[in-house]
Each structure stands twice: as structure tokens, then as C-alpha cells.
């Protein structure tokens, strides 16, 4: 890989090969390249994306509807797992990727609050992601704060 900025550092590294992740959905957003991409989604005003479920997780949403906010943690898998210090936008403020939210990092695992807009099957409709078209989604987990009694579609 070449889009080493000034000043960031990088370690060799092996192909990982401790931990194995099991994919349960992908994430569609209108994002494609990573400049176009927010760094943080708005849970708000964000545009709406689509959280996609995989057969047999499917039947895991049961009850998602009943909250206003989910967290959804997703994978990466675009992003470098190889710079220990980085160079954030070029802006000379050198930092250790454990001091940044950059997404890359040496297990480029992500998470944002979104707000939950729709859930039909086994595709919810969100706010507030900010992640490439395609993402491999990991896990989802409820907001504990923001359960809520009002009808949403549960298809």
C-alpha cells in the first residue's frame, strides 16, 4: 500500500490470524470512496442507509423495533491495519492510532450510534452511519436509553 502521508509511521504485519469474525449483514450507504465518506454520521439529519441481514440471523431482529436507536458495529475492511503512528487530513497534528478514531487500526472494527427509522425483513432502514457501500457488518446491539412504545414497521 502507498497512501502513507508525511510523518506516518508503519509496522510489517502477518495476515492475521487469531480471532475469526462471522459477517451477519452488510451495510449499504451512499458512500463509495472514503473522501466522500463523513467522519462521524448524524444520527439526525444523516441520509437514510440500509442495514442488510443475513439468513440465519434474520430472525434475530425480533423486537428491534421496539427501540429508537441501535449501535452498530462493522468491519473496516477497506482501511489499513498497518500504521502505529498517522497524520489525520494532512493536518501535521501527528498522533499513536490509539490516540485517533481513524479507521485505520490493527483490528479496523467501527461503531456508531444510529437512530432506527424502519425495520422490513430483514433490511433496517438508519440514520447516522459513516461507513463505505458494502461494509461487513459485525453485530448490531439495542440502545438500552431508547425504547420506545410507538407502531414502526416491522415487515
Known amino acids: 500500500m502507498t497512501d502513507i502521508r508525511p510523518h506516518e509511521v508503519f509496522v ?11 459477517f451477519i449483514g452488510k451495510i449499504h450507504t451512499p458512500w463509495n470512496d472514503r473522501k466522500e465518506c463523513p467522519r462521524r454520521g448524524d444520527p439526525d439529519e444523516g441520509p437514510l442507509c440500509k442495514i442488510e441481514i443475513y439468513e ?20 473496516l475492511d477497506q482501511a489499513r491495519r498497518d500504521l502505529v503512528i498517522q497524520n489525520p487530513a ?22 456508531s450510534m444510529v437512530k432506527l427509522v424502519s425495520v422490513e425483513g430483514p433490511m433496517l432502514t438508519v440514520r447516522g452511519l459513516d461507513c463505505l457501500n458494502g461494509t461487513p457488518l ?9 425504547f420506545t412504545d410507538k407502531p414502526r414497521s416491522n415487515g
Open 56 to 75: 440465519p440471523w434474520v430472525q434475530a431482529l425480533k423486537g428491534v423495533e421496539s427501540f429508537d436507536s441501535m449501535e452498530v458495529l462493522y468491519w
Open 138 to 146: 459485525v453485530d448490531l446491539k439495542p440502545d438500552r436509553c431508547a
Open 90 to 111: 494532512h493536518s501535521g497534528d501527528v498522533r499513536g492510532t490509539f490516540a485517533l478514531r481513524s479507521p485505520n487500526r490493527p483490528n479496523p472494527i467501527a461503531t
Open 12 to 22: 510489517p504485519t502477518t495476515p492475521p490470524d487469531d480471532a475469526q469474525l462471522r
